[in-house]
């Protein structure tokens, strides 16, 4: 079992900054690729980034591509997702989420989950 848990989200104007963390606790955080999705009212779950099992490989929507950058650091046990140049379409609740050994971008195929962090971006 692995258990996750993101901090970080707020209000912030268009164009402003936050980072979002998410610390997970359980069995071997490196043995484990990591994703961020995120949830708008009224919409599905989408993929934001993911990371591999160490900081080599990410991959982005391309949504965020050039604005996010996912990382982490398994000493601390923790990912983060830096978020930069928000914009109004970015508020969503953003969940992070964890998956033995390779990293995808489809939620279906991650096995833990947390509970989520609201991110408003405010125009």
């Known amino acids: 079992q692995v258990q996750l848990v993101e901090s970080g989200g707020g209000l912030v104007q268009a164009g402003g900054s936050l980072r979002l963390s998410c610390e997970a606790s359980?069995?071997?955080?490196?043995?484990?690729?990591m994703g961020w999705f995120r949830q708008a009212p009224g919409k599905e779950r989408e993929f934001a980034a993911a990371i591999g099992r160490s900081n080599g490989y990410a991959y982005y929507a391309d949504s965020v591509k050039g604005r996010f950058t996912i990382s982490r650091d398994n000493a601390k046990n923790t990912v983060y997702l830096q978020m930069n140049s928000l914009k109004p379409e970015d508020t969503a609740v953003y969940y992070c989420?964890?998956?033995?050994?390779?990293?995808?971008?489809?939620?279906?195929?991650?096995?833990?989950w947390g509970q989520g962090t609201q991110v408003t971006v405010s125009s």
């Open positions: 359980g069995r071997s955080f490196s043995g484990y690729a």
């Open positions: 989420a964890a998956r033995p050994l390779v990293a995808t971008t489809r939620a279906g195929e991650y096995d833990y």
